[in-house]
């Protein structure tokens, strides 16, 4: 596909964020993307000048996103369609075969599918990448007949994000928390071993810091010495 022309606008390429870069890259050939808090829009922009989605919504919640949306793809010569609403709320299923929700919380992130039943039918490739509460956005997918595909793992400087590319159509499973710390699909993931390195440490330290304050209630604490060994038990099958 060519990328969009506009008379007398120059096309320039939109640089994205390592981060954007990575969700822009599992976005498939040809997509009719929804990008939901697409803030700047820079996501949804730079497919459409690469020529890389038949069509882009850009959605958030805030009046300033959108218009700095719209400065974007008015200064880039691209039609962007922008609609002013909460998650999808102004997005209907049939204009959209991939749904981007990224830089969010997990909860946020789940709130959103929630709200929009029809992302669970399984005709949408849901691109979600949770800035907090991973495990328990994995858990909700699971346990609300989501599958998840594929983990990529990115770096951005030091820090490491996960996007998970679900799909909705998969028997409901029911799955306690320790165990929603990875998936089998991050464990195939290029770069998992050295993202669970990280996850490890920083979940030991939250144990140690609960054991020393002794203020968590033994349930927690349970749920915590088990969510270290799971992931510890991954990284010995990884390593
Ligand atoms: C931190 S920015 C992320 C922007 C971009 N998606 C990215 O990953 O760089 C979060 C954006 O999501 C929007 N937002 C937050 N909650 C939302 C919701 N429930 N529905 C739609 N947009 C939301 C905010 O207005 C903001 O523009």
């Given amino acids: 596909m060519l990328p969009a ?20 890259a599992l976005v498939p050939q040809g997509a009719r993307l929804a990008d939901v808090g697409t803030d700047h829009g820079k996501l949804p922009l730079s497919l ?7 069509s882009a919504i850009g959605s958030d919640i805030g009046e300033g996103p959108l218009a700095h949306a719209a400065r974007n793809a008015q200064e880039h010569g691209v039609s962007l369609s922008l609609r ?3 998650g999808l709320d102004a997005v209907r299923t049939e204009e959209c075969d991939t749904v981007s929700i990224a830089g969010m919380g997990g909860q946020t992130i ?3 599918l929630q709200a929009a039943p029809w992302t669970a039918g399984g005709s949408h490739l849901l ?7 991973v495990y328990e956005l994995r858990r909700w997918l699971w346990s609300h007949g989501y599958a998840i595909e594929r983990e990529t793992v990115c770096r951005e400087g030091r820090r490491q994000y996960v996007i998970l590319s679900a799909r909705g159509g998969a028997p409901i499973k029911e799955v306690p928390l320790p165990q929603c710390s990875y998936s089998s699909a991050l ?10 390195r990280h996850l490890l440490a920083r979940e ?12 968590a209630d ?20 990884l390593v």
Avoid: K, N, S
Avoid at 48 to 54: P, S
Avoid at 206 to 215: I, K, Q
Avoid at 218 to 236: G, K, N, S, T, Y
């Fill in 5 to 24: 022309l506009f008379l007398g606008v120059a096309m320039e390429r939109m640089i994205l964020t390592p981060r954007l870069a990575c969700m822009a």
């Fill in 48 to 54: 459409l000048l690469e020529g890389r989605v038949a």
């Fill in 110 to 112: 789940a709130e959103i």
């Fill in 127 to 133: 691109l979600l990448q949770p800035m907090t509460m």
């Fill in 187 to 196: 464990l195939r993931a290029q770069g998992a071993a050295d993202y669970l």
């Fill in 204 to 215: 030991r330290r939250a144990l140690a810091g609960m054991e020393r304050a002794r203020t």
């Fill in 84 to 86: 002013l609403a909460p």
């Fill in 218 to 237: 033994d349930d927690r604490l349970l749920e915590q010495r088990a969510l270290v060994e799971h992931i510890e038990q991954a990284l010995e099958e």
